[in-house]
């Protein structure tokens, strides 16, 4: 049996809930963009829109982090990917980190 959706856990890393649909906080702004980092030597970050990281996980995940800024959002894909998404107070935007390269 397979489960698709968000798991919450706690800052105590205590099991809140599985399988859970995160959708945009009621009369918050839809995400637009993040900044997009990878920790490559070398690599630039850029500004995109948060659709271009994947589908519906990256977008919900960076959508929870805009609305909640002290959350921590982590998407792993089927195609090897890992993103982590972290509320940026300097630059006021979700920052997605591609770690894909560690896990090669």
């Known amino acids: 049996m397979a489960v698709d959706g968000a798991t919450i856990i706690t800052d105590r890393y205590e099991l809140m809930g599985f399988g859970a649909k995160i959708k945009r906080r009621d009369g918050a702004t839809p995400i637009d963009r993040v900044v997009l ?4 030597a070398g690599s630039e970050s850029s500004i995109v829109p948060p659709g271009q990281l ?3 996980r990256h977008l919900s995940a960076a959508q929870f ?6 959350a921590v ?4 894909s089927q195609d090897g990917e890992f ?3 972290l509320w ?3 630059d006021e935007m979700v920052h ?3 770690i ?3 896990l090669l």
């Open 37 to 40: 980092l990878e920790p490559v």
């Open 54 to 56: 994947g589908g519906t």
């Open 65 to 70: 982090v805009h609305d909640q800024p002290e």
């Open 73 to 76: 959002g982590m998407v792993a």
């Open 83 to 85: 993103t982590i998404f």
């Open 88 to 90: 940026s107070p300097e």
């Open 96 to 98: 997605a980190h591609r």
């Open 100 to 102: 894909t390269v560690f």
